[in-house]
Every structure is written in structure tokens, then in C-alpha cells.
């Protein structure tokens, strides 16, 4: 095993985390942390990896947790890991039947599918190197086409927008659905659309940062995958879906891309990619 060299993988405990962290620990030379919130789901998902013979590694880590992601990131620094691979994978998706008030679902969307990714991610960067890769699990939802309003579709774009300006303009959309405006505004109705561009606009802004240092980052629509969180639909297995990001994480052809489940690179600003939307070919 290399010394001191890890990946790590959030949200690892089912579902398309689980499975690319099992490729990881198939392909992957250097350590490999299986992450997850919950600790005996974890450590049961450690076991089943390991009677296939791999050998995970298992930390606590629930992304919305400050303090447990500084308990993770100084276990790191305790340890004087220097982390490869990056697989920010850990999300939520409220279907359209749920019950929860949309206030409630946005806040919480964002929270654990962009807030906490760049938190971590941004606590996570002191331990990279030239070489290193990052990979974040976005959707077909972070299509920068799915916001409505060409006004925040172009303040999303902006080669010049800053960190703090992405994380504010997310702050806004929070506080517009709030006041029950977010539609009127532009950003659409679902949480889960902005919470995935805010992540490609956040990509794209590293691979801006990070390429003269030699660090990749990507974004990556896994497909359709049959998870809890499609409640078991889906067309493709999550062993089978794993494929694109591992191959981003351990030999990527391309930086600063948004990456579909096929492997081919798709133009963010470009026409909506898909051609089976909301139940008919288009
Ligand atoms: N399924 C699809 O068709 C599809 C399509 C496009 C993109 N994606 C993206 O793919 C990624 C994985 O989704 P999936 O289909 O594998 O869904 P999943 O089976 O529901 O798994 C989601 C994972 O995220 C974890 N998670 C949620 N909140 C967390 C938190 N606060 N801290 C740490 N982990 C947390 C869950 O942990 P718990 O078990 O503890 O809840 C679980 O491990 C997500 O980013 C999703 O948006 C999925």
C-alpha cells in the first residue's frame, strides 16, 4: 500500500458511494476511507467490503457537521495522510411527494449537497498535491439549463465570481423560497437543481484555482441509478455507474469538466442534454 496516501469517499455507506468506493479499494494502491454519518452502518458496510476480500477504511464523518468534519480532517493531519482522491458523493434528493415543507427541503438540500461539500472540500485541500483529484457527484439537474432566469444562469457562469459571491447567491435562492418568491425569481422549483449547479459552478471555480497546481476537478452526472434514493428505480446498477467517477478519480482524461455517466464531456452552458425528460423522449 502507499504510505500515507489516501482517498476518500463521503456518503459511502450505500448506494453509488458504497460501490465507488469498493472500485477504489479494488484499483486504488493507497488507503481508502470509507465515510459515512452513521457509524454502525459504516463499519457494517467496511464488513461486507471486506468479505469481498478489500480492505476499507472506515471514519465517521457527517458532512453537515462542522465539528465532524474537523475531527476527520485532524485525524488526517495527525496521521500525515496526503490525500489523492476526493469523491464528494454524499446528497439528498426530496422526490416530489414529499411531505416536508419546501423551506425545509431546500435548506437541507443545500446544506448537505453544496454547503458541505465546499466546506469539506475547502478543509480537505491543505492535504493535496500536485496530482491530486477531486470529484464531485453532481446530476443531469446540475444542468446550468435547468435555471430558468438567464440572469442568475449568468452570475452562475461568471469566470469571475468568487467563492464568497456562489455561496451568497445560494443564500439568496434559501431565502427566496423563504418568502415563497424562489419561481417568480427564476431558480426554478426544486432544491435539488440549484444545490447541483451550485456544485458545477463550484467545480468549475477550483479547476480554475487549482490547475496551475496540478490538481483535477471535476463533476460528474452518474446516470440514473437504482439507489434509495430513486426508491429502487433507475437504469443502471451502481457497481455499474461507479465506473466514470473512479476512472476520473484514479486516471482522468479531462479537467474542469462536467462528465456524463457515457464519459463524454458535456458543454454546461450548452442546450439541455438529456433526451428522456419527465416521462417522454425529447
Ligand atoms: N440515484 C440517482 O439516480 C442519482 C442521479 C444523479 C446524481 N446522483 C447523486 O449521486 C450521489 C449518491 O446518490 P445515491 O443514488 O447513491 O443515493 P443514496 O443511496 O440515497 O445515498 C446517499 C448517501 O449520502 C449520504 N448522506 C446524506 N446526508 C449525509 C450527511 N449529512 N453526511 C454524510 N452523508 C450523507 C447518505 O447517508 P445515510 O444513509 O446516512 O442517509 C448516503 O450514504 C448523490 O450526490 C446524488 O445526488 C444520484
Given at each position: ?20 468506493t469498493?472500485?477504489l ?15 454502525v452502518k ?11 476480500g ?16 474537523k475531527?476527520?480532517?485532524?485525524h ?5 495522510e496526503?490525500v489523492e ?6 446528497g ?26 465546499v466546506?469539506?472540500?475547502e ?38 465570481l ?5 455561496k451568497?447567491?445560494?443564500s439568496s ?18 432544491p435539488?437543481v ?12 477550483l ?14 452526472h ?6 434509495d434514493?430513486?426508491?429502487g ?20 482524461r479531462v ?28
Amino acid at each position: 500500500m502507499a504510505e500515507n496516501k489516501v482517498a476518500i469517499v463521503t456518503g459511502a455507506n450505500k448506494g453509488l458511494g458504497y460501490a465507488i468506493t469498493q472500485k477504489l479499494c479494488e484499483k486504488y494502491k493507497g488507503k481508502v476511507y470509507l465515510t459515512c454519518r452513521d457509524e454502525v452502518k459504516g463499519r457494517k458496510a467496511c464488513e461486507e467490503l471486506t468479505k469481498l476480500g478489500l480492505n476499507p477504511t472506515f471514519h465517521q464523518l457527517d458532512v453537515t457537521e462542522n465539528e465532524s468534519v474537523k475531527k476527520f480532517v485532524t485525524h488526517i493531519h495527525d496521521n500525515k495522510e496526503e490525500v489523492e482522491i476526493l469523491i464528494n458523493n454524499a446528497g439528498v434528493l426530496y422526490l416530489k411527494d414529499a411531505l416536508e415543507p419546501r423551506f425545509v427541503q431546500a435548506e437541507h438540500t443545500i446544506s448537505v449537497n453544496f454547503t458541505s461539500l465546499v466546506f469539506l472540500t475547502e478543509a480537505i485541500l491543505p492535504f493535496m498535491k500536485s496530482g491530486a483529484k477531486i470529484v464531485n457527484i453532481s446530476s443531469s439537474s446540475g444542468h446550468l439549463s435547468r435555471i430558468p432566469s438567464e440572469e442568475l444562469r449568468n452570475k452562475f457562469r461568471s469566470d469571475k465570481l468568487t467563492l464568497d459571491e456562489l455561496k451568497s447567491l445560494v443564500s439568496s435562492y434559501v431565502e427566496d423560497v423563504k418568502e415563497n418568491r424562489d419561481v417568480k425569481n427564476g431558480w426554478g422549483d426544486s432544491p435539488y437543481v440549484v444545490s447541483k449547479v451550485a456544485v458545477n459552478a463550484y467545480t468549475f471555480m477550483l479547476h480554475r484555482k487549482l490547475s496551475s497546481q496540478g490538481i483535477t476537478v471535476n463533476c460528474v452526472h452518474p446516470g440514473y441509478v437504482q439507489s434509495d434514493m430513486t426508491h429502487g428505480a433507475g437504469n443502471i446498477a451502481p457497481i455499474m455507474a461507479a465506473n466514470v467517477p473512479v476512472q476520473l478519480a484514479l486516471a482522468p482524461r479531462v479537467t474542469g469538466q462536467f462528465v456524463w455517466h457515457n464519459g463524454s464531456s458535456v458543454p454546461w452552458g450548452g442546450k439541455d442534454p438529456r433526451v428522456y425528460i419527465d416521462g417522454r423522449h425529447v
